[in-house]
């Protein structure tokens, strides 16, 4: 059984560009959930996904956007790239229960480099 | 709002000493209460989780935690440590009615001395 996959591993952009990452939850999920990891930091809530909808929203621009697909994958966007975009970003999925019981599982993330 | 102290950024102990993993959170609503463990370059693993019932867990790999509602407190626990314990620790709360968002704490870098 595969867990939760992310793609790509590594991306550098400049400035101002746009990125896109890819993230496939575990096998019986339906919930996906991405966070950013800054360097040294915890991580970040970003915004959860179920039913290819937006559920919960962290303190983050409306540069970063998201998709859920109907096989549950998920894509996050992040528009205009900053410098301090700079991090690791993760994807989680989880079981949907309407409350936070159901643990969640971490893919490997994808670290992204702005220059 | 929720949020999560975890004291000390590095905790560096001798191996088959005991580790202690300091986390305190601040909740207006029963939290549920989490660890994961971080090696590098890699995601998160959870360690353990506390929902309701027991306040002392079990979880993987020898740690446990014990919840104290009184001292707002879900420290982690080991009896013994193993270099292959040396990683990235966080604690981590969420709402029973946030549907599944974490807040995460700063972190404490694991060191195991030979």
């Known amino acids: 059984d595969a867990g939760v996959t992310q793609s790509p591993t590594h991306l550098i952009k400049t400035r101002g560009q746009q990125v896109t990452l890819r993230c496939s939850p575990k096998s019986g999920h339906d919930t996906v959930s991405w966070y950013q990891q800054a360097l040294g930091q915890g991580p970040q809530f970003i915004f959860q996904y179920y039913e290819e909808e937006e559920r919960q929203r962290g303190n983050f621009p409306d540069r970063f956007s998201g998709h859920q697909f109907p096989n549950y994958s998920s894509e996050l966007n992040v528009n205009a790239l900053l410098l301090g975009d700079s991090a690791l970003y993760l994807c989680a999925s989880s079981f949907y229960s309407g409350n936070s019981a159901y643990e969640q599982y971490f893919g490997p993330g994808t670290r992204l480099t702005v220059t | 709002a929720q949020s999560v102290t975890q004291l000390g950024s590095h905790v560096s102990v001798s191996e088959g000493a005991l580790v202690l993993l300091r986390c305190n959170y601040s909740?207006?609503?029963?939290?549920?209460l989490f660890w994961y463990v971080q090696y590098p370059n890699q995601g998160l693993q959870l360690l353990l989780k506390?929902?309701?019932?027991?306040?002392l867990v079990k979880g993987i790999n020898g740690f446990e935690a014990e919840f104290k509602k009184s001292e707002t407190s879900f420290h982690l626990t080991k009896p013994s440590a193993h270099m292959s314990d040396a990683a990235e620790y966080f604690c981590a709360v969420s709402d029973q009615n946030q549907g599944g968002k974490l807040i995460f704490g700063q972190g404490t870098e694991l060191s195991v001395k030979p």
């Open positions: 909740s207006s609503v029963p939290p549920y």
């Open positions: 506390y929902t309701t019932g027991a306040t």
